[in-house]
């Protein structure tokens, strides 16, 4: 069955913005904390941004105040919109329910793929 589907990628020039959306199955999605990671060429994947079932969110520092995580508990659904998009965004996305700092609860989906060049 189906767990996670990012969506919402594409191309950007510098200083755009984009939204991505993450479907995920009800029993990943419920009462977990969720996340958005990013795995660029080259580099190990990492936690961007999580967001907890009561609302709670933190960012890393890289995307700290351009990034904005959130969720919809009634769709399943997780949200990340990227403002100030600059090259280093260039990644695929991810999302999952991050357990502890290196464990997460599903399996991972495609991703969709960021590209910030102009």
Known sequence: QVQLVESGGGLVQPGGSLRLSCAASRNIFRSNTM????????????????????????????????????????????????????????????????IGTTLVAASWGQGTQVTVSS
Request: hydrophobic share 30%.
């Open 35 to 98: 996340g958005w990671y990013r795995q660029a060429p080259g580099m190990p994947r990492e936690l961007v941004a999580k967001i907890t079932s009561g609302g709670s969110t933190s960012y890393a520092n890289s995307v700290n105040g351009r990034f904005t995580i959130s969720r919809d508990d009634a769709k399943s659904t997780l949200y990340l919109q990227m403002n100030s998009l600059k090259p280093e965004d260039t990644a695929v996305y991810y999302c999952n329910a991050p």
